[in-house]
C-alpha cells in the first residue's frame, strides 16, 4: 500500500457518459498530479495541484477537469467520454512541489463502451 | 525537460545483475536524474534518484558519470519479481509539475 489511495478500482462506462475518479494523497503530501496511461500514449501527465490551487496542466483535454478540496483529496471529472478515453488513471502525491520522487495509487480502470 | 533514451527491453535471468543505460544528452545543470519502476497495472514507484557519481539505496545503484550525458541503474541480483518496466526521467527537482515518462525499458526476469 503506497498511501495514496485511488477509487473506483474499475469502471465501465457508456460514450457519452460523465465520471468522476478519487484520489487521497498519502497524508501530509500537499501536491495531487494526475497522469493517464493507455497503451498507445504511455504515461502523460494531466494536471497538478497544490494545496487545493492548480500548478500545472499538461495533455488534458477540455473535457476534462479536476479539482483539489480543502482535505487535498483530489477528484478527476471525465465528461462526455470517448471510446479513446479508455486507460488506467492514476494519481500520484508529493510533499510541498515535489523533488521527482512521487507517491503513486494503483489506478482507476476506465473502460468506456 | 531532457529528452531521455532508453532501450526497449533487456532479459535476463535470476541472480544476474541487470543494469538499464538512459542516454540524456541535453541534460541541464540543475537536471536530476530519477528511475522508477511499474508493475503491471500498478503505479509508478520511485526507485532511486542522483545528480552526479554514484548513489545506492537497498533496491539499486545508480551511477551517473562525470559529463552527466547517461545514467545506469544497476540492480543487483534480480529475481522474478523485478520484471517490470523501468523509466529513467530527468528534469529539475523544483519542476515537480511536469514528470514526463517516456517509453521505458520493459525487463523481463527468467527462471
Known amino acids: 500500500d503506497s498511501g495514496v489511495t485511488q477509487t473506483p478500482k474499475h469502471l465501465i462506462t457508456a460514450t457519452g457518459q460523465r465520471v468522476t475518479l478519487r484520489c487521497s494523497p498519502r497524508s501530509g503530501d500537499l501536491s495531487v498530479y494526475w497522469y493517464q496511461q493507455s497503451l498507445d500514449q504511455g504515461l502523460q501527465f494531466l494536471i497538478q495541484y497544490y494545496n487545493g490551487e492548480e500548478r500545472a496542466k499538461g495533455n488534458i483535454l477540455e473535457r476534462f477537469s479536476a479539482q483539489q478540496f480543502p482535505d487535498l483529496h483530489s477528484e478527476l471529472n471525465l465528461s462526455s467520454l470517448e471510446l479513446g478515453d479508455s486507460a488506467l488513471y492514476f494519481c500520484?502525491?508529493?510533499?510541498?512541489?515535489?523533488?521527482?520522487?512521487?507517491?503513486f495509487g494503483s489506478g482507476t480502470r476506465l473502460t468506456v463502451v | 525537460l531532457a529528452k531521455t533514451t532508453q532501450p526497449i527491453s533487456m532479459d535476463s535471468y535470476e541472480g544476474q545483475e541487470v543494469n538499464i543505460t538512459c542516454s540524456h544528452n541535453?541534460?541541464?545543470?540543475?537536471?536530476?536524474i530519477t528511475w522508477y519502476q511499474q508493475f503491471p497495472s500498478q503505479g509508478p514507484r520511485f526507485i532511486i534518484q542522483g545528480y552526479k557519481t554514484k548513489v545506492t539505496n537497498e533496491v539499486a545503484s545508480l551511477f551517473i558519470p562525470a559529463d552527466r550525458k547517461s545514467s545506469t541503474l544497476s540492480l543487483p541480483r534480480v529475481s522474478l519479481s523485478d520484471t517490470a518496466v523501468y523509466y529513467c526521467l530527468v528534469g529539475p527537482r523544483s519542476a515537480g509539475n511536469k514528470l514526463t515518462f517516456g517509453g521505458g525499458t520493459r525487463v523481463l526476469v527468467k527462471p
Open positions: 500520484a502525491s508529493s510533499v510541498e512541489l515535489g523533488q521527482g520522487d512521487y507517491t
Open positions: 541535453n541534460i541541464a545543470t540543475n537536471d536530476y
